[in-house]
């Protein structure tokens, strides 16, 4: 079994590098082989631009999706979306280390899926969800913030952390077809002591131990839906308010 985790903070001795470290370690001992891709670290460039592609369908008027499908079949991908892609691609268990910036990932993370997860191969037509390319693989999120545990869920101020972060659970993760792990979640990190810090370390290395007896998400499933994606038999729940 392969493992990728893709790291997303800008400093070497976060709480959330350390996070990623932890991960490394569990799931090395566990039987994983362990690549990791350390965006700052390795200088990846979250910007989708027309130097993506070395060989354009189109070159008048950029497309990205279909340029990614063009040059993907033409072997035509700049060399760190091509690399990104296939560490990817050889995974079976994709990690994700970030802290939460405003209710969401860091655009350095949501840049690195605008240009690997790409168009013709992970998804297209109607292969998303159940039917995507990346279905009977697994994603988990391990992610850090400032707020505290009460701030978050059923109606406390900011509501539900899981909800909060749908468009990356269920609209990228889930859609590709991973099975989605639920979530670990670290608060209020940078204002607790060191204890408080391990235990919350120990408390991810847990969850990474037994990620087998770990829930995972509703997700849709497409056998519910005619072509029109319209309901054909009452609906799963689906990751919701």
């Known amino acids: 079994m392969k493992a990728l985790i893709v790291h997303a903070h800008p400093e070497p001795r976060s709480f959330v590098a350390a996070m990623r470290d932890v991960a490394a370690e569990a799931l090395g001992d566990s039987g994983y082989e362990v690549v990791v891709s350390d965006l700052y670290a390795e200088g990846f460039d979250p910007v989708a631009k ?18 990614q499908r063009h040059c993907l ?10 690399r990104e892609f296939e560490r990817l691609m050889s995974a079976d268990l994709l990690v994700l280390t970030f802290p939460i910036f405003w209710f969401s990932a860091p655009a ?3 840049g690195w899926i605008d240009r690997v997860f790409l168009s013709g191969a992970i998804y297209g037509g109607r292969r998303f969800y159940d039917r995507g390319a990346l279905a009977g693989r697994r994603a988990l ?14 109606g406390s101020v900011h509501g539900d952390l899981t909800v909060m972060l749908r468009h990356l659970l269920q609209g990228t993760l889930g859609y ?3 099975d989605v792990v639920e979530p670990f979640f670290a608060h209020h990190v940078p204002y607790v002591d060191d204890a408080a810090r391990a235990a919350m370390l120990e408390g991810w ?6 990620i087998d007896a770990r829930p995972v998400l509703p997700m849709p ?3 519910d839906f005619d072509d ?6 009452p609906a799963k729940p689906a990751l919701t308010e």
């Not at 027309?50 to 340029?67: G, I, N, Q, S, T």
């Not at 999120?141 to 059923?154: D, I, K, Q, S, W």
């Not at 290395?205 to 037994?210: D, G, K, T």
């Open 73 to 82: 079949s033409a072997d035509a991908l700049c060399a760190d979306i091509a």
């Open 205 to 210: 290395r847990a969850c990474l131990e037994n």
């Open 228 to 233: 029109r994606m319209r309901p054909v038999r």
């Open 108 to 110: 350095m993370l949501k």
């Open 50 to 67: 027309p130097e993506d592609f070395l060989a354009r369908a189109d070159p008048d008027y950029l497309v990205y999706a279909k340029e």
């Open 141 to 154: 999120v391990g992610a850090a913030l400032g707020g505290r545990e009460h701030m978050f869920g059923p």
């Open 221 to 223: 499933t497409l056998d």
């Open 176 to 178: 590709a077809g991973y």
